[in-house]
């Protein structure tokens, strides 16, 4: 019989290992906290669904995202481009700025959030 620890029983499923591939996106709302997905050539990365620049949504609608030619996401507002593998804006109002990161955990074949570390 495996025990869990509290911080293990707090994790909060969002898919499995490998569900996006490069170039697709899925959003959630944990305890209020607005939470990106987006699938890299380097896996799965974690984001607050925030554009640094105004903090509106980086979806045009339920779970669409936009990506350049060249895998950019892009704001759907005021088209500031970000790198989906460190969320640095590269082009756009908030140049230079970057999304903020969320840690994901993986717990066998799935990618968990701890929603502690939202706050």
Known sequence: MTTRTRAEEALIRLCEVGELGPGQGREFTIQGHHVMLLGTHKGVRAYRNSCPHQGRSLTF???????????????????????????????????????????????????????????
């Open 61 to 119: 609608a339920p779970n669409e995202f936009l990506f350049s030619s060249k895998g950019l996401l892009v704001c759907p507002h005021h088209g500031a481009s970000f790198e989906t593998v460190t969320g640095l804006c590269t082009d756009g109002p908030c140049k230079g700025g970057s999304l903020q990161g969320l840690e994901l955990v993986a717990r066998g074949d799935e990618l968990c959030i701890d929603p502690a570390s939202l706050r």
